[in-house]
């Protein structure tokens, strides 16, 4: 039913790709981040709460058709729905039907309920397709309420010497996140970045805890104990330095193994991110029943042996997948 082409995955009785990385006519988007969503596609199929951070990201101009959650379609005599995956607001796993026989495509997720995310629905198949991004044992993540009472701490450590905390987290998924694990002592400043994805999922009604934009020309010159929120661009850059008195926190799941002292000027790492860590993955591919599981970016080659080794037949896809806040340019650095 599928094929692994030079475009992307692409369905054949349905004639339709998901999250292609070159042009093609028809593309069902499963998120809003910029390795799954690309530029160039005649028509594009998303979650309804996608379609905004869609329009903002590739042109308002662009031909797109929206569905809930467990909305069915038939496409060219497939069926068609989308599933959550958890990942960030509006993140879907497509399940297609032809013929009986149901494959579905995970996008990124994660199993954790972030408190913003509609969470993850396990949906049984014959063939399932999973991401790695942290497909090691190592990586295993703390409860969600856990790793954000972590931050808080910090946050508030700084706050009593008068200190500003900067948090470093991706404009879309990330940010939010941080927003909601720090609203009950903070109305933090965020990045302008950050704040024209918040205002696109204001419009549509979803709401976020309160927030204000920061003007780096024009900041507060008395700023004490503030928590200022920006993407990983401008980690080390002198819009930061120009901040007095603050530390820097980098919120990803490569903190997970890698101090903080590893990361150049940070302060403290958080392993907070909104992919599914080890237990997670193995969770998800086994809940899903599947006969077959295609693993793409990241760690695939020791995921899939690893299901290969417990008795489910898997295979490794190459993707262009993976270009997105775990794999930010000051991220390849420490990595490389």
């Known amino acids: 039913m599928l094929e692994f082409r030079?475009?992307?995955?692409?369905?054949?009785?349905?004639?339709?790709?998901?999250?292609?990385?070159?042009?093609?006519?028809?593309?069902?988007?499963?998120?809003?981040?910029?390795?799954?969503a690309r530029i160039g596609m005649k028509k594009y199929l998303c979650h309804?709460?996608?379609?905004?951070?869609?329009?903002?990201?590739?042109?308002?101009?662009?031909?797109?058709?929206?569905?809930?959650y467990n909305e069915e379609l038939s496409i060219n005599a497939v069926?068609?729905?989308?599933?959550?995956?958890?990942?960030?607001?509006?993140?879907?796993?497509?399940?297609?039907?032809?013929?009986?026989?149901?494959?579905?495509v995970s996008g990124d997720f994660k199993i954790q309920d972030?408190?913003?995310?509609t969470p993850f629905e396990p949906i049984k198949c014959h063939d399932f397709i999973t991401e790695s991004t942290f497909g090691l044992p190592i990586y295993n993540w703390l409860e969600v309420n856990q790793i954000n009472q972590n931050l808080v701490?910090?946050?508030?450590?700084?706050?009593?010497?008068?200190?500003?905390?900067?948090?470093?987290?991706?404009?879309l998924g990330k940010a939010q996140r941080i927003m909601n694990a720090v609203k009950d002592i903070s109305v933090p400043y965020v990045h302008y970045a950050i704040s024209k994805i918040n205002n696109s999922f204001l419009e549509i009604g979803i709401q976020l805890p309160?927030?204000?934009?920061?003007?780096?020309?024009?900041?507060?010159?008395?700023?004490?104990?503030?928590?200022?929120?920006?993407?990983?661009?401008?980690?080390?850059?002198?819009?930061l330095k120009g901040i007095p008195r603050s530390f820097t926190a980098i919120c990803s799941g490569w903190m997970q193994v890698r101090g903080a002292r590893r990361w150049r000027s940070a302060d403290a790492g958080?392993?907070?991110?909104?992919?599914?860590?080890?237990t997670g993955l193995l969770k998800a591919v086994k809940e899903s029943n599947a006969e077959r599981v295609y693993v793409t970016h990241g760690f695939k080659s020791e995921l899939s042996r690893y299901l290969n080794e417990i008795g489910i037949e898997s295979h490794e896809i190459t993707t262009q997948f993976g270009v997105e806040e775990e794999i930010d340019e000051v991220i390849n650095e420490e990595k490389s």
């Open 270 to 278: 958080f392993a907070i991110s909104d992919h599914a860590d080890w």
């Open 79 to 104: 069926k068609v729905s989308l599933h959550p995956a958890g990942h960030i607001i509006g993140s879907a796993q497509v399940r297609i039907e032809y013929k009986g026989k149901v494959t579905v």
């Open 114 to 117: 972030d408190g913003l995310s």
């Open 210 to 239: 309160a927030y204000q934009t920061i003007d780096f020309q024009n900041k507060p010159k008395d700023m004490q104990g503030e928590v200022i929120i920006v993407p990983p661009s401008l980690f080390g850059s002198t819009m």
């Open 153 to 171: 701490e910090w946050v508030l450590n700084n706050k009593e010497k008068g200190i500003n905390s900067i948090i470093i987290g991706y404009a």
């Open 48 to 68: 309804k709460f996608t379609e905004p951070i869609l329009r903002l990201r590739l042109g308002a101009d662009i031909k797109v058709q929206t569905v809930n």
């Open 6 to 36: 030079r475009e992307g995955i692409y369905c054949v009785p349905g004639q339709f790709y998901i999250d292609p990385w070159l042009p093609v006519d028809y593309a069902i988007i499963t998120h809003a981040h910029s390795d799954h």
